[in-house]
């Protein structure tokens, strides 16, 4: 089951797009320390953080402790990758 939690606390078990877009709009209002939310599922292991300045991890289920970082540079970059994550 795919869940959302954020850094500032909330956090959902069944996620859609519009928590990842209440999210995105939290999230670009926050303060750097607060600044990230996170999906996740509790089958596969695998996570998909976000950050305010658009940095992104991954985690992946073959290695569950390796942290993969990039940069993306637009919001809607991040909600495309959201939605492929739970379609």
Request: hydrophobic share 40%.
């Amino acid at each position: 089951m795919a869940f959302l939690q954020t850094a500032w606390g909330d956090q959902a078990d069944i996620i859609s797009m519009d928590e990842i877009n209440q999210a995105i709009a939290q999230l670009q209002d926050m303060d750097e320390e607060h600044g990230a939310f996170w999906v996740g599922d509790d089958e596969e292991d695998y996570v998909l953080e976000i950050h305010r300045d658009l940095k992104v991890m991954v985690k992946f289920p073959e290695d569950p402790d390796e942290e993969n970082w990039g940069q993306l540079s637009r919001w809607e970059d991040i909600r495309t990758l959201y939605a492929h994550l739970l379609s």
